[in-house]
């Protein structure tokens, strides 16, 4: 039985990434929105459960200001998504397979 962890369990049937530019494009945007070191802290927190902008900002050490502008963004790719509740604007993963990723990615050395 494999792993969660193996590449395999990433690929989709029938979906070869090499043979379609349009995906590969796609895919290598949401990376690029991914690519900077707090946005990828973003949603290591996310992976976890759900949180407002001061949430986050307290947690990460950060100004909300800071925290709304990379959610901006991450908003913008589908990423994560806004949800209303309790007077608060909380944010959770707009792509579970994110936390997949994020597992991934904490695991490999530098």
């Given amino acids: 039985?494999?792993?969660?962890?193996?590449?395999?369990?990433?690929?989709?049937?029938g979906e070869d990434l090499s043979k379609d530019p349009e995906r590969a494009g796609h895919l290598a945007e949401m990376l690029k929105a991914l690519a900077h070191p707090l946005r990828l802290r973003i949603v290591a927190v996310l992976c976890r459960d759900r949180e407002h902008v001061s949430g986050l900002a307290q947690r990460l050490g950060v100004g909300q200001a800071?925290?709304?502008q990379q959610?901006?963004?991450?908003?913008?790719?589908?990423?994560?998504?806004r949800e209303h509740s309790e007077g608060?604007?909380?944010?959770?993963?707009g792509?579970?397979?994110?936390?997949?990723?994020?597992?991934c990615?904490?695991?490999c050395s530098l």
């Fill in 95 to 103: 792509e579970p397979r994110l936390q997949e990723l994020v597992r």
């Fill in 66 to 68: 800071v925290v709304s």
């Fill in 105 to 107: 990615m904490e695991g």
């Fill in 1 to 13: 039985m494999e792993s969660p962890t193996d590449a395999s369990s990433c690929k989709i049937p």
């Fill in 71 to 81: 959610l901006r963004i991450l908003r913008m790719r589908g990423l994560v998504v």
């Fill in 88 to 93: 608060f604007a909380y944010y959770r993963l």
